[in-house]
Each structure stands twice: as C-alpha cells, then as structure tokens.
C-alpha cells in the first residue's frame, strides 16, 4: 500500500481546541482548524478516539430533515483521508502508532 503522506495535501497552520473536562462524549477530544493550499480554512474538525483506540478526524456537516448528514468538506477518498489525518497527526504531534492503532 502506498504511503498516505505521498499524496499532497499542504495542510499548514494546525491548531487543537480540547473539548472541556465533562463535555468529552463518545471519544471526543477537541476541534481541529487548518489552512489548505494558503486558501481554504477548515475549521470545526473533529479529534477524536474510536473504540479500537485509533485516532480520527471527523468531518463538519449539517443534518436534514430527514436525517442525512451532508457534510461541509470530506476528503475525496480513503487515501486522502489518510493523507490528511497523517499530516493533521504529525502537526499535533500524534505518533503512527496512536493515529494507527493495530490493536496491540
């Protein structure tokens, strides 16, 4: 499999707002903004750890009436999504080892 890092995704200005003490639910840690290609803020994105124990990225989106989410910006694919938590991961200083967890 290729590395996710070799896709390029120039995501810089990376910052981390923990949620506060009580308010973690369902692994959540905090909210992460970054800028993409010096054009595009995201902002609203969230930290947090699955139940394997893996850290993720959760996208921003809103909810219809009928309960589909539609979500603001996604990364296009699974590579991409790799490739940007990666790079997300490393500015927080989160090793592959806690963004990757194999289960042991």
């Known amino acids: 499999m290729a590395d996710p890092r070799a896709l390029q995704t120039n995501i810089a200005a990376v910052s981390f707002t923990p949620v506060r003490d009580g308010n973690a639910r369902d ?11 010096d054009a595009l803020r995201l902002d609203g994105i969230a930290l947090r750890i699955t139940a394997t124990g893996r850290h993720a990225l959760s996208f921003p989106a809103r909810t219809d009436r009928q309960g589909r989410r539609h979500p603001f910006c996604r990364p296009i694919d699974d590579r991409a999504r790799r490739a940007i938590e990666a790079a997300i991961f490393e500015a927080l200083g989160i090793g592959a080892e806690e963004g990757q967890h194999d289960g042991r």
Do not use: K
């Open 27 to 37: 692994g959540m840690l905090g909210y992460v903004t970054c800028v993409f290609a």
